[in-house]
Structure formats: structure tokens, C-alpha cells
């Protein structure tokens, strides 16, 4: 009996010893009950018995010892020390914010300890960059709402127990009025292959999914660059090479996580240091260096606001990689509302040596499978990570329902040709650029485009085109007939026909929408201050594909007659013409290296650029085909590129070049590029601003175009952030044969032309709807050196305005 009951006992202590005591909660901000993420959680007040909350505030943990208090520390918050009950589970615990003002510095004797533990962060900063490593994969669901004050799912929903909630003591629907879910896989072969498959997505309200592409790429990724973009903004990083001198940094708690440190460090700009800053708390752990949580927003308050919050893990005891990223989104229309989209990605299932080729990227970033949007609710049940609360599944029921009644998909579908500058009406689609237009020919014009859409006919597209000038007061029109055999690859050709004005002498005419797909699409501004134009009539064949990737080419043939609308001859060998017929062939090639591009409807958009892109474009004239009357060889190229220059702004660059060989009138050689008019002052990029728009004529030339914007790094005040721009141009031409062109003025530019400007945009900025602002601004250009004008010194300045809207 004795050796009985020592077995037992034995039996029993050591189930005691093997004992898991579990706690698991969320913790939210005790005022706004909004979940507060990486809260610094120690139980027993035993410093290495802990954890931190996730992006939604949860936390959970497993230990054999039995857990009776529970420590809470955050950055701005009051600590708070909570006796625990673990059969009350999940707990919901609140903590409230200190008064301390976030700029307040306590002054130390010696160097800021932080400053230490950032210079460390900033060496080691690219070797845990997650695009520095080979490859990897990995799975993310993502969720999306959208909500204002009064249905805020970060109130009612931030705790697994809403009892202490306040969230009934205000006014609130029982629905968002967004919701999207994603599921999606990942892969990426450094340096910068990075593939999105979209395997399941549901969105409120609608059936086409094709638009959670575009949704998709909104969410900020890595925090390892020397600039971080947010909305379209670079903001220098808190942990790039020589930060102190622009950031302040405060250490504001340790953490102890097993064999390693965490420091908590809160980060803001300095005083008097304009440039554009963040402001937020970054968790730097001692293994490497590394961050493994960063909660951060700019530091100026915008219309559009952005906040972001990162957590990383240690991954395969190999790789620091992020595992759950957010970021909030709020914009207020009204003072009196706050519109907020939230969005959470929760990574799983990361492969740090995947088997992967770079023959397994296609050329989109992101796609979407068929069935996507065909994933049945045992499918989302099974790869949630948090089941629907009630109120997220109300918003589908509701919103769904409102899809059903009103055309919701009809309206998601207008977005669907953009590429194709057509608005898709169902059926039909409307090209936007025809319905109105202002030149100095025709002063106004007004018109419609109407052509099948390709929801009509995925392979086949047919339409036209009619336009009145009221000044010339004459009928244009045109047409085309556009096949697609591979909808889903980068194939087509088209039969086109135009009866129009076209401007003479210019360097690239995208008269039809498929050399838009190629060529760089011309300022629709310059056309404003256009006075000389030719009545054209023209035929076209053409077609386009993809090849090696980056590669788009155009191969076309089409024969035109013109009939220039001013003072013109052109003598050859003895013979006047005035009427020119023109047969041509010709191809266009385009390379953007690494160009992403998402699926968006119909169309493959273009993401950005990040190296430079070229153009080429090769036509030869044919003369005695189909009644040609000229024989000669057209080439042009450019190339254009912008970089960001840290703590300097951004440069973007255009270069331009061509050369016409043969003899050939007005019509088919290049002209100077020139934007200036006394009475239409509006900026228009990549042009020389001070010089006339037929000022020069040549058959040859290089244009060079350079703007650097120091943005709002010079001034930035509250309510005065003007962006400074400045511009140089420089253009070199030639032209062979000026004596064949009579009854006009002609000269070339081979003694160079030099033009330098200054812009300051948003000197006025007007909120629009609190969304943001629009902004005007002014500057100045001036031309100089062989082209002067002697006659008065102001015939060499122009005067500019740009708009923008900012946010």
C-alpha cells in the first residue's frame, strides 16, 4: 500500500511539473478601447517570463508555473500592474495614455543610450532586409475594412470579450461599409522577381474580383530602405545611414525575451530639421541588431493620413521576416467624420529556400486565379486566422444584397480599360479623350468616342469617334477595328482610320491607341498652344506583342494625306508641293527592364518603373507605294528615368533624340518641342517652356530635360509647404535643307539651346473635402545663349503655374 501510494504521488508531482498554465487575452486603449499592438506583457513580475500583443492587440501564453499578476508597459502609456484570475478567460485588459508630450527629452549625462543601439540597427539594417535574401515564399491572408467613428471594429472587436466595451454608448450601424478579405502566395528570387497569386478573395458588395488587385498593392512592406515610401512619399528612415543628425531618439523600456534583449525606442524628428520625417517607436532586438516591431506615421499630420505597424520574426533560426503587417488609412471629408481603411496581413508558411526559377515570374505582379472569387465558406472557415465576428459577416449579407440590387459591378467595370483610355460602360466604353479639348486651332473642341468593350467580346473591340471645332468649324471623326486572340497575353493588332488634325513636324504621333501601348503618350497640354496643324487623312495596320519580358514592339504600315491649315511649300528638284501623299512602314519598341504591372480588368497597368525606360522607333518612307511620294529613313529614341536622392529629393530625367534622312516636307521632320504661349501659361513637362511651339525646325536633334524636386525639403511649416522645383533644358538640331521649305519662316537650333527654371508648387493650397489639398504654384523660366531675343529682354521669359493635389 505504501509503495502504491508513492507511485501515486510520483504520478502526481509529476503532472504538476509537466502542467501548462495557458492565459490569453487582448489589450486595448482604456479611453478609445481601440487594440493596442506590441504592448510589453511580463507575468509573476519576472522579467523573463513574458511576451508581446500582435497587430490586433491578442496575446497568449503557455507556461508550467501558475500565473497570478500580469505587468503591462507601453511607449506613451501608464504602466499597470493587474492581479490575475486565469478562469476568467480570455481577459480584457485596458491601459490608459501618460500626458507626456512626445517631443519631451530628459537630458542625460553623456551620449543618448539609444543613439548606440540605432547606429547598431542602421549597420546591420540591409543584412536583414527580406529582399536581400535568395528566395523565399510564403502564404498571407489579408483583410480590409473600411469604417468611420461610429462602427469602428477596433472599439467593439479589439477584445475576445467585448463586455467592457463601450462601443453600444454611441451611435453605430451594424456593418461596415467595406469589407475584403485575401488569400494569396507569395514568391520572390532576389534581386527584385516578386510574384502575387490571388488563390481566393471575397470583396462586399461585388462578384468581379478583378479590382482587389489594385487593393492589393496598397500595403506598405519592407521598413529596410533608406526611404520609405507611404502614399506616393519618400520618408527618410529612422535607421539609415546618418539618421541621428535628423531624428531624435528616446529609449523608453527593455524587454527581455529569453537569451535575448529588446529596446524600445521612440523616434521623432529634430527640431528645425526640415525634411520629410516619420515619428513612431521601433523594437530593436539584440539578435542582430534587428527590428522586430515598428509602429510609425509621418510626422506632419496629413489629409490623408497613414500609420503603419510591422512585426517581424527570427525564422528558421536563419532570417528576420515580417509575419503581421497593418497599416490604417484616415481621411476625413467632414471635421465632424473619420473614415478610416484598415488593412492586415497575417504571413504563415515562409520557405527560406524554396525551388524557384526565374522562368516561374510572369510578367504581372500580382495575379488573380479563375476561381478566386468561387471559394465557398468551409474554404475561408479553414483559413481565417480569426473566425468573422458578427458584425464583419453582416457586412457581407448586407452589402451583398446591395450588390444584387444595384449595378455595383457595372460601376467597378468602368476601371476595367484604362490602358485603352476608355471608360467601360457594360457594353459599351467611352474614349475620355475625345469628348473635349482646347487648342489654338480649333479653340474649343467637343466630341465622343464610343467603342464595343471588350466585356462585349474579350477578343474584338470596334468603334469610332466624332469631334466639332468651333473656331475651324469642321467635323473630324475616326474609327478602328481592334482584335485580341490571347486576351491574357500582351497581343493584338488593329485596323484604324482617321480624319482629323494632326500637328506637322512632331516627334512622336500617337494618333492610335495601340502606339500608346508602346510609345511615351505626349503632354494632351501641349496641344493647347498648337496653331499649325495638317488636315489628315490616314490608314492604318498594326499590331503589338511582348517578348523577352521587358520588351514591347509595334510593327505598323499605314499610307496618310496631308493637307497643311497654313502658309507652306515644299520644293524638290524643281517641282512645288502643297498636298503631301505618304506611304510608310515602321516599328516601335519599348523597354522598361523590371517594369511591374498588376491585372486590372481587361488590362495589364503598370506599377512603376524602377530603372530607366527606353523608346525606339524606326519608319520607313516608301515613295511610289500606294502613291507615296517620299523615300526616306525616321528614327527617334529617348529615354526616361527619376531617382531619389536621400535628403535631396527626387531627379527625373528625359532625353530625346532623332534623325530623318532624305528629302521630305514640313510634316513628317521634328520641330523644337517648344511649350510657350503668352496666354496659356500652364507648366507642361519635357518641353522647352520659353520657346514657341514651330520655332524651330530641324531633321536631326538631341533634347535633354532635367527636374529636381527638393520637395517641401527647404519649407515646411504648418501651413506653408511649398515644393521647390528647378528645371534645365538643352536642345542641339540640325536642318539640311532650309531652302525647300518656302512661304515659312524655318530655322534649326544647331548653335544649342539653353532654357533654366524655377517652380514653387502649392504656394496655394485649397482643401478639397479634407481629402486633401489642391495646390497652384508659380515659377519662372529663361532662355539664354545663341537664341536670345534682342528685341526685349521679357520675350525670353515665361511665366508658369502647375497644379497639384497633395495629401
Known sequence: MRRFSTVILFVFWSLSIHAQFIVEGSIVDAETKKALPFVNITFNNDLQLGTTSDIDGRFKLEHHSNLVSVQLSYVGYLNKNIALDISDQPLFLEIKKTDLALEEIVVLAGENPAYKIIRKAAENRNSHDPERIPAYTYDSYNKMRVFDQHNDPRKAESGLSHSATTADSIPSIDFYYTMMEVLSKIQYLAPDKRQETIIAS???????????????????????????????????????????????????????????TVYLIRFFPRKNKTFDALKGVLYINTNGYAIQNVLAEPANRQKIHLKIEQQYRFIEDQKWFPTQLSFEIELAPRKVDTFTLEGKRYISNVNLTPDIQPKDFGINKITITDDAHQKDSTFWIQHRIHQLSAKEEKTYEVLDKMGQALPLDLIMAAFNELEEERIQLDQLSINYTQIMEFNLHEQFRLGLGLYSSYKWNPYFSVGGYFAYGFKDKTWKYGGSITFRPAPKKDFGFQISYVNDLLEPAAIIQNTHSLSKKVLPVQSFTRRNVLDQMDRTYELEISGYFRSFRYLRTRVFGNWSYKIPLYDYRFVSKGESMQTFKIARLGVQLRFAYKEDFVKMGTSNMSLRNRYPVVYLSYTKGIKGFLDGGFDYHKIVGGLETSFFVKGLGRTSCFAQAGWVGGETPYSILFNGRGSYDRWRIFLVKNTFQTMRPNEFLVNSFAYLFIEHNFGSLLFNTATFKPEVKVYQAIGFGWLDHPAQHQDIVVQDLRKGYFESGIMLSNLIRVPMYNFGYFGLGAGAFVRYGPYYLPNHILDNFAFKIDMTATF
Do not use: W
Open 202 to 260: 471575397k470583396l462586399s458588395g461585388f462578384k468581379d474580383p478583378t479590382f482587389v488587385t489594385a487593393i492589393a498593392e496598397i500595403q506598405p512592406t519592407s521598413f529596410h530602405k533608406d526611404n520609405f515610401l507611404i502614399l506616393d512619399k519618400e520618408y527618410l528612415n529612422p535607421i539609415s545611414k546618418g539618421c541621428i543628425k535628423k531624428y531624435e531618439y528616446r529609449l523608453e523600456d527593455t524587454i527581455y525575451q529569453e537569451k535575448d
